[in-house]
Nanobody, 120 residues
Framework: QVQLVESGGGLVQPGGSLRLSCAASGSIFSINAMAWYRQAPGKQRELVAHITSGGSTNYADSVKGRFTISRDNAKNTVYLQMNSLKLEDTAVYYC??????????????WGQGTQVTVSS
């Protein structure tokens, strides 16, 4: 059984910063790509940032230059540093990871989500 547990969400003023963390635990052989998605009320879930096992990254245009995704492979953890937050960044943020529980067994996992609210 594999779990992704997010932390770090909260309420912040426009222009502020937050750092999200997502730790994978359980029966883990290896982790491929990891990513952060978000879903605002009444909108579809969208990709925010993605990082490969080798550390290559890509970002949604709306967060480029403000958000940074990183990972600590020794801790099975992915981070999202969010700076210069805007009202439109308000959403539930979800962690996603492709995880091998053995050499042959791979599944896509999601965290439970963490609320980020940007408000003055």
């Amino acid at each position: 059984q594999v779990q992704l547990v997010e932390s770090g969400g909260g309420l912040v003023q426009p222009g502020g910063s937050l750092r999200l963390s997502c730790a994978a635990s359980g029966s883990i052989f290896s982790i491929n790509a990891m990513a952060w998605y978000r879903q605002a009320p009444g909108k579809q879930r969208e990709l925010v940032a993605h990082i490969t096992s080798g550390g290559s990254t890509n970002y949604a245009d709306s967060v480029k230059g403000r958000f940074t995704i990183s990972r600590d492979n020794a801790k099975n953890t992915v981070y999202l540093q969010m700076n210069s937050l805007k009202l439109e960044d308000t959403a539930v943020y979800y962690c996603n990871a492709g995880i091998h529980s053995s050499y042959y067994a791979w599944s896509d996992y999601w965290g439970q989500g963490t609320q980020v609210t940007v408000s003055s």
